[in-house]
């Protein structure tokens, strides 16, 4: 047995006892002092796990400051639920505004400390890029599944236990969602559509112009949808283009039946105005290709170099010969196009667009029916496109803008949006992109849901009556999760400013006698059904915030141990990771 004591100040004195009783008594004088908190691994020397810099938080504390950090995040954007929603101006580091009330873009502005606020925030994202709506209320659902767990937690029941009837639950209300409450819809009920573009938009700025938007959003969806054997492709992304011109006012925004791009003749000689135009369009330049890298001419006459001109004279020639036998009337190309092939293309009577991008000759092409072409000489008769009515340069404020319009089939189009000013045109792009996205989802899968939180009283109300065969303590979680989906009718009914608990229960004793699709009229604040009322949401972004919310809340309520440390020597840095303060998440 080894016994040390502590003599002095950094001496030992330790002594080995034999059996006998024999004492050997060693004096060290340098030895190491072990600090308190580390410890020797069976005897031997210190075994340093974390760095010196880590911050290690475990248990029950992490798991209610995660659940603390979501329900915080939650708050920021509950009062931008519904049509009564309230803005938020943000404000860029680089000085840039921000005003919007959608949940993506405002926590996209908003920078968060907190790891468990960190993923809240990836969850909006997920859900924009997803279903493009509902990012609100996949925060403000998330923050409540989070909020209803704290009271499980501090009963000491196991996180697992939590987590598993959180999954059953959102099992039930997926199916119940897809098998008994969802409606199907006529994807050729024109009005239909509409009323359900209609309630995505009107809680949003552009909703004063609801109407417009409405149309604007399902002509330009419809216009970019391609049925092909069975398969019906949507993609706004790449061929809806939003193209925003500040100056005019709103109702001056439309859908065009072409493309525009912000781009002028290269020769003013060509001609702006052109009726059936034969469209070519080229991703090569019409320039005298010159060398790679870095190229060395060795000329020993000078009627050699006179010979170099001249084949690139001839070079030109040729390709613009090559073009000019298609007859086109308009020539696209994504390259450059010389002053000398200028010149060839004009006495021809083309006009020539040059350095266009090729995400917008993509969109020319599907607009008028053109192929585009790498190589002048493989030009044939059917890449030309015909399919375009009117070519047409205009100038709309100070900038010249080329338009392709009426096009007979256009499968691209482009959205062209006025408004007073960049902010407001900004906060009207991404209102769009939500109407348009709701058009594509019910496109896609033509089934809905009534809105305004009566899915939600309805799916509630099955569930607490489901919670009740729950075998176990798992039956309170499941029962919690029910009380959580209230939080959509409750923050609609809070943001009109009325009395939430007293709504609230009237609401309840409506679904309790029947009234399945009752909720809250989010103008007033009063019970409406939402049948007479029209608004509805389409089924795919309901299951989206669902799924979103509830795997989030399960996700945080798993961790246990956060560990975060920073590569920085500062010690600060390393602290604060793990605490976040009020005001970080409200920034
Ligand atoms: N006129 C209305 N009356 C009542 N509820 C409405 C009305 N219009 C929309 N809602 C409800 O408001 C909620 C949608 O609100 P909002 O559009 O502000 O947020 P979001 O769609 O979750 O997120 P975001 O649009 O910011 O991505 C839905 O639950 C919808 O049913
Ligand atoms: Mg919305």
Redesign the pocket.
């Given at each position: 047995m080894i016994v040390a004591t502590l003599q002095e100040h950094s001496r030992l004195i330790i002594r080995h006892r034999e059996s006998a009783g024999v004492s050997l008594v060693y004096l060290l004088s340098d030895i190491w002092i072990k600090p308190p908190e580390i410890m020797f691994g069976g005897g031997a020397a210190p075994i340093l796990v974390l760095s010196q810099n880590t911050k290690r938080d475990a248990g029950k504390k992490v798991q209610l400051e995660n659940v603390a950090a979501g329900k915080a995040i939650a708050d920021v954007i509950r009062t931008?639920?519904?049509?009564q929603?309230m803005l938020k101006m943000l404000m860029d580091p680089m000085g840039g505004i921000v005003m919007t009330?959608?949940?993506?873009?405002i926590l996209r502005e908003i920078t968060v400390q907190h790891p468990a606020g960190k993923s809240m925030i990836e969850i909006?994202r997920t859900?924009?890029e997803e279903v493009?709506?509902?990012?609100?209320?996949?925060i403000?659902l998330a923050g409540e599944m989070l909020g209803v767990a704290e009271q499980f937690l501090a009963q000491q029941m196991h996180p697992t236990v939590i987590i598993r009837a959180y999954r059953q639950a959102l099992e039930d209300a997926i199916s119940l969602l897809q098998d008994n409450i969802s409606i199907a819809l006529d994807p050729n009920d024109r009005p239909k559509l509409l009323e359900v573009i209609k309630?995505?938009v009107?809680?949003?700025f552009i909703g004063r112009w609801s109407d417009l938007a409405c149309t604007i959003a399902l002509d330009a969806v419809h216009t970019v949808m391609l049925e092909e054997n069975g398969r019906r492709e949507i993609d706004i992304k790449r061929y809806a283009k939003v193209e925003k011109i500040p100056g005019g006012s709103i109702e001056e925004s439309t859908v065009l039946r072409g493309v525009m791009l912000n781009k002028d003749v290269t020769h003013p000689k060509m001609r702006r105005y052109i009726e059936n135009p034969r469209i070519v369009l080229l991703d090569c330049s019409l320039e005298y290709k010159k060398g790679e890298s870095q190229t060395n001419i060795e000329i020993l006459k000078e009627s050699d170099f006179t010979r170099i001109l001249q084949l690139e004279e001839e070079h030109i020639q040729k390709v613009c010969e090559e073009v000019i036998a298609m007859k086109p009337d308009v020539v696209f190309t994504e390259k450059g196009i010389s002053d000398l092939a200028q010149h060839f293309l004009l006495k021809a009577g083309i006009t020539a667009i040059r350095r266009v991008r090729k995400t917008d000759n993509n969109r020319i092409a599907r607009a008028c029916g053109a192929t585009v072409v790498n190589r002048t000489e493989e030009l044939r008769e059917e890449d030309v496109g015909t399919g375009a009515g009117l070519f047409e340069i205009k100038k709309i404020g100070d900038e010249y803008f080329c338009f392709i319009t009426e096009c007979k089939n256009p499968k691209a189009c482009t959205i062209l949006l006025r408004g007073a000013s960049k902010d407001v045109l900004n906060e009207i792009e991404r209102n769009l992109q939500?109407a348009l996205h709701v058009a594509r989802n019910i496109l896609v899968e033509p089934k809905l849901v009534?809105?305004?939180?009566?899915?939600?009283m309805a799916v509630a109300q099955i569930l607490a009556e489901k919670s009740k065969l729950v075998q176990g303590v798992g039956q309170w979680p499941y029962r919690a999760v029910a009380e959580a989906l209230e939080i959509?009718p409750r923050t609609?009914a809070q943001n009109c400013g009325t009395n939430t608990i007293r709504t609230l229960t009237a609401l309840r004793a409506k679904h309790a006698t029947g009234g399945d699709t009752w909720?809250?009229?989010?103008?007033t604040g009063e019970l409406?059904d939402?049948c007479t009322?029209g608004?509805w949401?389409p089924l795919s972004?309901k299951l989206q915030?669902y799924k979103t919310a509830v795997e989030t809340a399960i996700l945080l309520l798993r961790i246990d141990d956060i560990v975060s440390g920073s590569k920085k020597k500062d010690k600060e840095g390393g602290t604060k990771t793990a605490q976040p303060t009020e005001e970080s998440m409200k920034e």
């Open positions: 931008c639920l519904g049509p929603a009330n959608d949940g993506n873009a909006a859900q924009d493009g709506d509902g990012t609100t209320s996949v403000v309630s995505c009107g809680t949003k939500d009534p809105g305004g939180g009566a899915v939600e959509i609609l909720g809250i009229n989010g103008e409406a939402m009322l608004i949401e972004v915030i």
